[in-house]
């Protein structure tokens, strides 16, 4: 079985996630597991920005007229971004 020494009593442990000692996380799988998990909670709780409050409001809005100029002038937007992505991508291949 491997053993694995804590990095902060410097005992060794026989396998297992966490120090038997001291409870301190030894295993690297579980290391990254739980930094990843914090990541996630910091990316929920991270405030929305101006422009998602902005989308979210009128992508929902009560009001039949503004909701369908929103999504009107949110197609005209995509539009746009697929012309402008279809033009790098044939640049992009006539330069290669």
Same mark, same amino acid.
């Given at each position: 079985?491997?053993?694995? #020494?804590?990095? #902060?009593?410097?005992?060794?442990?026989?396998?297992?996630?966490?120090?038997t #000692?001291?409870?301190?996380?030894?295993?690297?799988?579980?290391?990254?597991?739980? $930094?990843? $998990?914090?990541? #996630?909670?910091?990316?929920?709780?991270?405030?929305?920005?101006?422009?998602?409050? *902005?989308?979210?409001?009128?992508?929902?809005?009560?009001? !039949?007229? !503004?909701?369908?100029i *929103?999504?009107? *002038?949110?197609?005209?937007?995509?539009? *746009?971004? !697929?012309?402008?992505?279809?033009?790098a991508?044939?640049i !992009?291949?006539?330069?290669?």
């Open positions: 079985m491997l053993q694995i #020494k804590c990095s #902060k009593c410097k005992t060794w442990n026989n396998g297992g996630d966490y120090c #000692k001291c409870g301190t996380v030894i295993s690297m799988q579980e290391q990254e597991r739980l $930094e990843d $998990e914090i990541k #996630k909670e910091k990316e929920y709780n991270k405030p929305k920005d101006k422009w998602q409050i *902005f989308i979210s409001k009128y992508k929902h809005h009560h009001n !039949l007229i !503004l909701r369908s *929103f999504y009107m *002038f949110y197609s005209v937007y995509l539009l *746009f971004s !697929l012309i402008g992505l279809v033009l991508w044939i !992009l291949i006539v330069q290669a």
